[in-house]
């Protein structure tokens, strides 16, 4: 069974039916990986919470969290028994998901993990130590 991906909500420009695909998230997605957009599509499922672009909120994009936990709630039979990574905290915090980052856990009768929000924003992959980490996690998903 392909991981399933789940981001927040597609980008300002984004398309709603192909979730986590072009646009900037996208692109750092599929360079994580470490493969083409070609093995990404096949590899892997790719799902958002919301379908919509929320908009703006400081220097990144809105996340209405209480409606983000009410569609996570109505989806979590869907998710049930998957292979997860969650793109973002918040994401996985929609889904009553906690956890360190780049950590497999048991979850909904599967496994689940939480890759920090690869946006230009985070701070996080500033640290090349944080972004080694990222890549050798992402890569060991892709070559499953």
Known sequence: MKTLL???????????????LGGKV???LIELLGI?????R????????LDYW???????DKFPFREAQKIASAKSFVISGRQIMFVGIGTARAFGFKSAPLRWRKFNGGVAAILPHPSGINHWYNDPRNRGRAERFMRAIAHQ
């Open 54 to 60: 929320p908009g703006k909120s400081g220097k990144g």
């Open 36 to 40: 083409d957009e070609r093995l990404y």
């Open 26 to 28: 996208g692109s750092k």
């Open 6 to 20: 789940i981001g927040q909500a597609p980008g300002r420009n984004g398309d709603p039916g192909t979730p986590l």
């Open 42 to 49: 096949e590899r892997f499922d790719r799902v958002n919470v």
